[in-house]
T-cell receptor, first 114, second 115 residues
Framework: DGGITQSPKYLFRKEGQNVTLSCEQN?????MYWYRQDPGQGLRLIYY???????QKGDIAEGYSVSREKKESFPLTVTSAQKNPTAFYLC?????????????FGSGTQLSVL | AQSVAQPEDQVNVAEGNPLTVKCTYS??????LFWYVQYPNRGLQFLLK??????LVKGSYGFEAEFNKSQTSFHLKKPSALVSDSALYFC?????????????FGAGTQVVVTP
């Protein structure tokens, strides 16, 4: 089955540590996204990538970094500069960046601070 | 700037009764509107979208939504709710006139369907 795989499902970060969340898709989609979900706040865009080797900051990029070396993969690193990283992180993709295109989501990673 | 409002944090309904989840939006240009559903500890699943044409849009699992341009609303409806419809529902909008129209999500509405 085609889809988006996020790993790990649960992740714990120690203070001062960088952690990386994995996102892989086999849908052959050009565009990929990272969202952060906090209770009662909906989804906020962290980073997005429209094509390989290109990515753009979203609304809350500070303390995060990404790479897009392959079409299938869009890993997110939560750096030590992100002081409040506890949240549910969702990776998504779309066929293109046309406004008509819907998003496909992974199952998410819950990040918590030890 | 675009925005989405879901005025109800939670909607409670008895199984078999009609379900309505409200959504209003604000965009500069024409809106593309979406509804997604999220089950606990899972990603969002697409339910339906309005791009153009008929104001009444039918989607997955018996859900439908009506686009009302004058009221800038896109309420989600289901004629007869099931216990399995209990989940978190998100409305989202994109601006058709943006060169890259990012999704703006509402805060979500928790639906609780009781037997």
């Amino acid at each position: 089955d085609g889809g988006i795989t996020q790993s790990p499902k649960y992740l714990f970060r120690k203070e001062g540590q960088n952690v990386t969340l994995s996102c892989e898709q086999n849908l052959n989609h050009d565009a990929m996204y990272w969202y952060r979900q906090d209770p009662g706040q909906g989804l906020r865009l962290i980073y997005y990538s429209q094509i390989v080797n290109d990515f753009q900051k979203g609304d809350i990029a500070e303390g995060y970094s990404v790479s897009r070396e392959k079409k299938e993969s869009f890993p997110l690193t939560v750096t030590s500069a992100q002081k409040n990283p506890t949240a549910f992180y969702l990776c998504a993709s779309s066929i293109g960046t046309s406004e008509r295109e819907k998003l496909f989501f992974g199952s998410g990673t819950q990040l918590s601070v030890l | 700037a675009q925005s989405v409002a879901q005025p109800e944090d939670q909607v409670n309904v008895a199984e078999g009764n009609p379900l309505t989840v409200k959504c209003t939006y604000s965009v500069s240009g024409n809106p593309y509107l979406f509804w997604y559903v999220q089950y606990p500890n899972r990603g969002l699943q697409f339910l339906l979208k309005y791009i153009t044409g008929d104001n009444l849009v039918k989607g997955s699992y018996g859900f439908e939504a009506e686009f009302n341009k004058s009221q800038t609303s896109f309420h989600l409806k289901k004629p007869s709710a099931l216990v399995s419809d209990s989940a978190l529902y998100f409305c989202a909008v994109r601006d058709a006139t943006d060169s890259w129209g990012k999704f703006q999500f509402g805060a979500g509405t928790q639906v609780v369907v009781t037997p």
